[in-house]
């Protein structure tokens, strides 16, 4: 990953973070974060966006190598789909640590487009 964020370099299709804020008072509200002038979606300025990307990113690049070495070795016997299947339902069982579940979604997809592998249902 490059030490400097182009901020441009997040794809369209990455999930954003939805949040749901809680303020308190009578009168309606909702909360945002300024950053240079705009307004976002705590979760969503182009610094946080990155480094979410940044991070899916580099997961994408460690399992785009893991799955077919998985699929020489012990699990020979499954699919592909079911190899990236596997890798999906482990990292969402980390509750959290490697992302939204809409960012794995989006990360195992890409995943097995890059492999040419079919994409498991759990990742649509």
Request: net charge negative; hydrophobic share 30%.
């Amino acid at each position: 990953m490059p030490l400097t964020a182009n901020y441009e370099d997040v794809p369209d299709d990455y999930p954003r973070v939805e949040i749901a804020s809680s303020l308190s008072g009578a009168q309606p509200k909702f909360s945002v974060v300024e950053y240079e002038g705009k307004f976002y979606i705590p979760g969503n300025t182009p610094p946080e966006r990155w480094h979410d990307w940044s991070y899916s990113e580099s997961l994408v690049q460690h399992f785009v190598k893991q799955c077919p070495e998985t699929k020489r070795g012990k699990r020979a016997h499954m699919s592909e789909e079911d190899i990236i299947a596997q890798y999906y339902e482990r990292a969402v069982a980390a509750g959290g640590r490697y992302g939204t579940e809409a960012q794995l979604k989006w990360s195992f997809r890409r995943v097995a487009k890059l492999l040419g592998w079919p994409v498991p249902d759990v990742c649509n």
